[in-house]
């Protein structure tokens, strides 16, 4: 048997169905087909629990065989409650009569029907046509999943380089970076989104490599030209970053990190919503951490201070509902004199780990 073959027969199958004579037909025809995990019941109430089972075990159900008309759910109630909460792929059971009731479940997310009497030979086809599917879903996520990897490494190698030129990039990058999460989430970002920006926060200093350390580490103001050199970071970032598929979403982020709203920023000048959202984000926590921070040459703010200025420049230089999800996000966490509660300790590297981690797909 190929290795395919063999991993969709080891798939988990539950049948429910009322009748009890059809049940345990395909129950049997299953097995007897080499499917290793088949279960059977006659209610919904049972489907559920026995799915909910499963899945607290780490060992879902894969397809579900449903007969229509449950004594305990009528109509397609059961699918609707078994679709709404587990992903699984189900198959209905429908006599003549029911074949209105399978063709709405069918538009609505289920993955085939069979009519009644059951034409066995024509189940076990279908049903090894909607595990196959599941399968070479699972198998792509999987290779998706050895990319990410992949590309962690060659981020975790920037940010160890990034971390080596400039000690202080390392904390400030971390605290963008949870900042900056943490205030897109706040203004309801989803997962994907606020990952992004969590990168981006991590990453957005990653131009600086380029520059000279005499003026990285200059121990006083930079002088105009120094200034204009420093201003080029994030474009050499963004030119480093480019031929990396998977940070597309971010790079725009970091390119446009020191816009302001007004049109006064760099690299291009860009005004309001032209700026890309996350890059408004990524400059308000950017400055609000800069402010907060001793540098060599300039003593640090109380965060009160730092987070007044940044609410006086609202619509100036920052993009006002940003500077909102932060006030937000600094009352919640009651930590407007503790700036660095959040500081974990562990390198960029372990980090940016972290952040993919929290996305990673489970099997
Ligand atoms: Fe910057």
Redesign the pocket.
């Known amino acids: 048997m190929l290795k395919a073959q063999k991993a969709i027969r080891a798939m988990r199958v539950l049948v429910v169905d009322s009748r009890e004579e059809d049940r345990a037909a395909v129950s049997e025809r299953l097995q007897h087909e080499g499917y290793e995990y088949v279960q059977a019941c006659g209610s919904g109430e049972e489907a559920i629990r026995g799915l909910s089972r499963s899945l607290a075990m780490r060992q879902p159900v894969d397809l579900v065989i449903l007969g229509l008309h449950l004594p305990d759910r009528p109509g397609i109630e059961a699918f609707e409650e078994i679709h709404s909460v587990f992903d699984v792929a189900i198959i209905l059971l429908a006599t003549p009569e029911e074949r209105t009731l399978a063709m709405e479940g069918l538009a609505r997310g289920a993955d085939d029907y069979l009519p009644r009497p059951l034409n066995l030979g024509l189940l076990l086809l279908k049903s090894e046509k909607a595990l196959t599917k599941r399968f070479l879903r699972r198998e792509l996520r999987r290779s998706t999943s050895r990319n990410e990897t992949l590309f962690l490494n060659v981020l975790s190698v920037m940010a160890k380089v990034l971390e080596a030129k400039d000690p202080y990039t390392r904390f400030h990058s971390e605290n963008v970076s949870t900042l900056g999460s943490s205030v897109a989430r706040e203004m309801g970002f989803q997962d994907d989104e606020v990952r992004r920006i969590g990168i981006a926060g991590i990453l ?2 990653l ?2 490599m380029g520059i000279r350390e005499a003026i990285l580490k200059k121990a006083g103001p930079l002088d105009p030209e120094e200034r204009e050199i ?1 201003k080029r ?2 474009v050499i970032a963004s030119t480093i970053l480019d031929p990396i598929e998977q940070l597309q979403g971010a790079i725009g982020y970091i390119k446009y ?2 816009e302001r709203v007004d049109g006064g920023g760099y690299p291009e000048g860009l005004k309001g919503e032209d700026i890309p959202l996350g890059a408004r984000i ?1 400059h308000t926590v ?1 400055a609000y951490d800069t402010m907060t921070s001793r540098r060599s040459y300039s003593p640090a703010r109380t965060t009160q201070e730092a987070l007044d200025e940044i609410r006086s420049l609202s619509g100036a230089q920052f993009d006002p509902q940003v500077v909102e999800a932060l006030t937000l996000v600094l009352k919640r966490r009651g930590q407007i004199a503790v700036k660095d509660q959040d500081r974990t300790g562990r390198s960029l590297a372990e980090l940016l780990d972290d952040l993919t981690d929290r996305v990673k797909i489970e099997d």
């Open positions: 957005h200093d131009g600086k420093v970071h994030p990190h020191h990524i950017e």
